[in-house]
């Protein structure tokens, strides 16, 4: 069974920097790895699938990618509602989560 | 645009059977092309996906090891919906239960329920 390993569990950062997400797979991959955003009290949305696939309505300012086991997500300049839990998935698999908070 | 509604009581017994539908509209529960997912939610556990039911001129089933003894997911053709069943459950099965739309081929997740919070306790 593959395992995914999001690095780091948390990311303390201010509106308009940068966020880099990590997610490491046990072993390689198919490129079928999708990352979503989760906020209190709200199901996952997905933000991206097959890597660097955007998903319907999401922002250019997310982006995906990857190959092989490491897989990331960058946003390239954080707006206040991007501060959020951070999940990869890839089939019946899940990452622990990255949290983004507010520095 | 696709919704999943979800319905179910929030409170299950031990050993009892814990019981949540999802009613899809927007799409169909024969799409040839979407898997019709249930995944769950708790802080020890993080989120697991629980298994799945699609149809290609056929039913199809699969189930996560952790709970294949004990689970079913059903579709429901006439209401255009989809349930769970997980049998005799514990305390350890308290989690949000998501229902959601999953891509047959990528095995991503489009469209979730609004998630129901079960507690089993007595």
């Known amino acids: 069974e593959i395992v995914l390993t999001q690095s780091p569990g948390t990311l303390s950062l201010s509106p308009g920097e940068r966020a880099t997400l990590s997610c490491r797979a046990s072993?390689?991959?198919?490129?079928?790895l999708a990352w979503y955003q989760q906020k209190p009290g709200q199901a996952p949305r997905l933000l991206i699938y097959?890597?660097?696939t955007r998903a319907t309505g999401i922002p250019d300012r997310f982006s995906g990618s990857g190959s092989g086991t490491d897989f990331t997500l960058t946003i390239s300049r954080l707006e206040p509602e991007d501060f959020a839990v951070y999940y990869c998935q890839r089939y019946g698999t899940f990452g622990q989560g990255t949290k983004v908070e507010i520095k | 645009q696709v919704q999943l509604q979800q319905s179910g009581p929030g409170l299950v017994k031990p050993s009892q059977t814990l019981s949540v539908t999802c009613v899809i509209s927007g799409d169909s529960v024969f799409s040839d092309s979407a898997t019709w997912d249930w995944i769950r939610q708790s802080p020890s556990r993080g989120l697991e996906w629980l298994g799945r039911t699609y149809y290609r001129s056929n039913w199809y089933n699969d189930y996560a090891e952790s709970v294949k003894s004990r689970i079913s997911i059903d579709p429901d053709t006439f209401e255009n919906q989809f349930s769970l069943q997980l049998n005799s459950v514990t305390p350890e099965d308290t989690a949000v239960y998501y229902c959601?739309?999953?891509?047959?081929?990528?095995?991503?997740?489009?469209?979730w329920g609004q998630g129901t919070l079960v507690t089993v306790s007595s």
């Open positions: 097959a890597t660097s």
């Open positions: 072993q390689s991959v198919s490129r079928y």
């Open positions: 959601a739309r999953g891509d047959y081929k990528g095995g991503s997740f489009d469209y």
